[in-house]
């Protein structure tokens, strides 16, 4: 089942944590909206696709490894579903060049071909196309799925991780379709899972079950030298095995990692430029909707979408 909540909440009730501010100690935020269940009841992964013309119309896409793919309004409603295929990871990526316009390029993993698999949304709005060519073999069962959009080439890329690897591919247009080469293979270790990345520091964040999140430099043609950024105890806040990260970014520069801790139900808020701990909530049961227990992915948008959502949306699976 997918849930949303106001991010904002989770943090201080000014706004999200900013840089230097105190850590929130154990706040508790309650579920705001539940969707539908999901058709094989086994919500894996979200993204939100953002609609820009009318923030209020945007969709949550959610990744069904049982199910497939399903589109939900932001009151939860299924708007549409895509049941061909069994999807386990979704990301979003926006003016991709396609066929001689700007995209919205919805990007997935299918469990059971081991290939990732690009979509646009149809004229309908409630309706996929798939708009890859030739199948995008990952060959290895894939955990964690995010796109980049380098700010120094304007190029797209895709990381696929899991098995101990992270793969990068590039993602590009060919005669109205996309494709993709894969560009390099970095061995992260086992574990290495859930990922996001921050396009404008080229900056590849991704949790590691049992240690923590790491961090990586985006460009193709860079060091693959990871960084620590937060760990599990006793040299972190970490308690359980660290699943879903994502991404909320200020909308005047900076932001937070959500990262969740999933053992214990708990996600962990780091600052992305100073990488301090912000503090840690719960999503506590509300209104007939359950509480979020041991979550897998994550999504955040910190764009304003409805007069429910004025500071953005977060969307745990």
């Known amino acids: 089942i997918l849930f949303s909540l106001t991010v ?14 105190e850590p929130v100690a154990g706040a508790v935020v309650p579920a705001s909206i539940e969707t539908k269940p999901t058709a094989g009841d086994g919500a894996n992964d979200a993204a939100i696709l953002i609609n820009s013309a009318n923030p209020a119309a945007s969709l949550i896409l959610g990744a069904d490894t049982g199910g497939g793919l399903e589109l939900y309004r ?12 069994r999807i386990s990871l979704v990301d979003v990526r ?7 316009s700007d995209t919205a390029l919805i990007m997935a993993y299918d469990s059971t071909a081991t290939e990732l698999v690009a979509y646009r949304l149809g004229d309908d709005g409630q309706s996929l196309i798939q708009v890859s060519g030739r199948a995008i073999e990952t060959k290895a069962e894939i955990e964690g799925l995010c796109l980049y959009q380098s700010p120094l080439s304007g ?10 690897m992270i793969q990068q591919w590039e993602i590009y247009d060919q005669n109205g379709s996309v494709a993709a080469r894969k560009i ?3 061995p992260v270790g086992l574990g290495a899972a859930h990922c996001a990345v921050h396009d404008a520091d080229s900056a590849l964040y991704y949790s590691q079950e049992t240690v923590g999140v790491w961090k990586l430099n985006a460009e193709p043609e860079s060091e693959a030298e990871a960084e620590a950024i937060s760990l599990a105890e006793p040299h972190g806040p970490f308690v359980g095995d660290v699943k879903g990260i994502a991404i909320y970014e200020h909308q005047d520069g900076g932001g937070v ?19 301090e701990r912000l503090g840690h909530f719960t999503v506590a049961a509300h209104g007939g909707i359950g ?4 979550s897998e992915g994550i999504a955040i948008t910190s764009m304003p979408l409805s007069d429910e959502f004025p500071r953005g949306l977060a969307v745990v699976t």
């Open 291 to 294: 509480s979020v227990d041991e």
């Open 155 to 164: 190029k797209f890329y895709a990381f696929a991780a899991g098995k101990g």
């Open 94 to 100: 926006y003016n991709f060049p396609l066929g001689g």
């Open 8 to 21: 904002a909440s989770a943090c201080q009730p000014a706004g999200p944590p900013q840089p230097g501010s």
């Open 74 to 85: 932001l009151d939860g409603s299924l708007a549409g579903a895509m049941n061909e295929r």
């Open 257 to 275: 990692l959500m990262v969740s801790d999933a053992d214990i139900s708990t996600f962990q808020l780091i600052d992305l430029s100073t990488h």
């Open 184 to 186: 390099r293979d970095m």
